[in-house]
């Protein structure tokens, strides 16, 4: 996975780049995944909503999904990865795709939070199914 996880952006005194810049070149570059960072806090939702909802539109209308990653409770980040905002965004565009991994690099950490995610996107979200994939196809379990 191509991945950038530490931008900037305008929010912060370390960029002076639109966070909508920044998205774009990451899809030029082909990553699969960025990260924001921000000493001020969180960037707000709404800034970006649009061009988020761009990029989620283009992704389930090819068929492509997204990960609920379970990693935002081991370093404490106060929402998901990526966030509820987002997650609600792609399931009112129509996104069904939906998966869900804890990011592990070690066996100990394997399966970590999966429940909580699953708790989250059922009962916060709405989802009723999960993917796995068998032959780069997706597979549909019930939550």
């Known amino acids: ?49 649009d061009l988020i909802a761009e990029i989620l539109t283009l992704a389930i209308r090819d068929g492509k999904g997204i990960e609920l990653n379970t990693s935002s409770w081991k370093y404490g980040l106060p929402d998901t990865q990526p966030s509820r905002d987002i997650l609600r965004l792609y399931k009112d565009l129509g996104g069904r795709i939906i998966t869900v991994g804890s990011d592990a690099h070690t066996a100990s950490r394997m399966g970590d939070h999966l429940e909580e995610a699953y708790r989250i996107l059922r009962d916060e979200i709405g989802f009723t199914q999960i993917c796995t994939f068998d032959k780069m196809e997706p597979v549909f379990h019930p939550l």
């Not at 305008?10 to 082909?30: C, K, V």
């Open 1 to 49: 996975m191509r991945a950038d996880y530490h931008l900037n952006c305008e929010f912060s005194d370390d960029s002076r780049e639109r966070m909508e810049t920044q998205i774009e070149q990451a899809i030029a570059l082909g990553l699969e995944e960025i990260c924001r960072y921000d000493r001020k806090g969180i960037y707000p939702f709404e800034k970006v909503k």
